[in-house]
């Protein structure tokens, strides 16, 4: 069962913009946060941006993307997306919507992943 669907992404030069989004159920969206992460081959996995999905929908940033990437969300949608702007060569990678944190900060361990989606930035 699908539980995370993932979209955008793509190719960009750099300083550039794209945009990702991730729909959950409404279950899925309504357990506490969802965050965004990305993997570089060879490396581990990476939070960027995290949101609480209830409340006032605190988010966490990367020190990496601040101030350029910004986390958000639809509750009527069951919804989070990504903005990215003044992208960098830095950051291609591949970027997965995570749901449901179950320990540690926002960019702890998630229950439920997404398959991915590519992003690519060239210089």
């Known amino acids: 069962q699908v539980q995370l669907v993932e979209s955008g992404g793509g190719s960009v030069q750099a300083g550039g913009s794209l945009r990702l989004s991730c729909t959950a159920s409404?279950?899925?969206?309504?357990?506490?946060?969802m965050a965004w992460f990305r993997q570089v081959p060879g490396k581990e996995r990476a939070g960027v941006a995290a949101?609480?999905?209830?409340?006032?929908?605190?988010?966490r940033y990367a020190d990496s993307v601040k101030g350029r990437f910004t986390i958000s969300r639809d509750s009527a949608n069951n919804t989070i997306s990504l903005q990215m702007n003044s992208l960098k060569p830095e950051d291609t990678a591949m970027y997965y919507c995570a749901a449901y944190l179950i320990h540690g900060s926002p960019f702890g361990e998630y229950e439920t992943w997404g398959q991915g989606t590519q992003v690519t930035v060239s210089s």
């Open positions: 409404r279950y899925t969206y309504n357990r506490n946060w």
């Open positions: 949101i609480a999905t209830g409340g006032g929908g605190t988010t």
